[in-house]
């Protein structure tokens, strides 16, 4: 299976802050990687698709990039919904679909 | 879009279980669907893919043979059927919309997702 590892795995800001959280695969898988937020209690809600296309109605303060094997997802000015645990998941393997570990973002 | 797990509940080890998720406001038959599971205070995994006519399931290794989903189209309902039960399989199970593009097909993300239903195992 394609692993997929997260960093950090907390990370403290404050509204208005920017942030970057990094996935990391153990193998190539090209761009096909997605990024999900997930608030306590609730549903993931999908973000970023394709490495870097945004899901219609996320907010553009919302980005990513990377290919290959190192991805990021960068968050601008932080607002106080986007307190809440992110997850990579890539799909390039799709018989054996992994998630990263998850990095839950905190309020400093 | 609204998807609807039901029918979790404590069941002792080594018993079974099968898990339904109604979807309504889209196509059902259009799309490929998922099962994932989230332990509680864990992350997220993966466990089964349905394509639009049942005509190709993966399973993630943790629940091969041991789990079954299907679907019916004519419903517009995905089940997953779950057998010998673990303590480690205890989780909210969720289905999950497979959305896949042109040029992506069949691989596929998930743009959509239910509540999730709590499985508990324990005696």
């Known amino acids: 299976d394609i692993q997929m590892t997260q960093s950090p795995s907390t990370l403290s800001a404050s509204v208005g802050d920017r942030v970057t959280i990094t996935c990391r695969a153990s193998?190539?898988?090209?761009?096909?990687l997605a990024w999900y937020q997930q608030e306590p209690g609730k549903a993931p809600k999908l973000l970023i698709y394709?490495?870097?296309s945004l899901e219609s109605g996320v907010p553009s303060r919302f980005s990513g990039s990377g290919s290959g094997t190192e991805f990021t997802l960068t968050i601008s000015n932080l607002q106080p919904d986007d307190f809440a645990t992110y997850y990579c998941?890539?799909?390039?393997?799709?018989?054996?679909?992994?998630f990263g570990q998850g990095t839950r973002l905190e309020i400093k | 879009v609204q998807l609807v797990e039901s029918g979790g509940t404590l069941v002792q080890p080594g018993g079974s279980l099968r898990l339904s998720c109604a979807a309504s406001?889209?196509?059902?038959?259009?799309?490929?669907m998922n099962w994932v599971r989230q332990a509680p205070g864990k992350g997220l995994e993966w466990l089964s893919f349905?394509?639009?006519?049942?005509?190709?399931?993966y399973y993630a290794d943790s629940v091969k043979g041991r789990f079954t989903i299907s679907r019916d189209n004519a419903r517009n309902s995905l089940y997953l059927q779950m057998s010998n039960l673990r303590a480690d399989d205890t989780a909210v199970y969720s289905c999950?919309?497979?959305?896949?593009?042109?040029?992506?097909?069949?691989?596929?993300?998930?743009?959509?997702w239910g509540q999730g239903s709590l499985v508990s195992v324990s005696s």
């Open positions: 999950a919309r497979g959305i896949c593009t042109s040029t992506s097909c069949p691989r596929h993300y998930f743009d959509f």
């Open positions: 406001g889209f196509p059902f038959s259009l799309y490929g």
């Open positions: 349905i394509s639009t006519d049942s005509g190709t399931i």
């Open positions: 193998q190539s898988i090209s761009s096909w």
């Open positions: 394709k490495a870097s």
């Open positions: 998941q890539q799909y390039d393997d799709y018989s054996r679909i992994t």
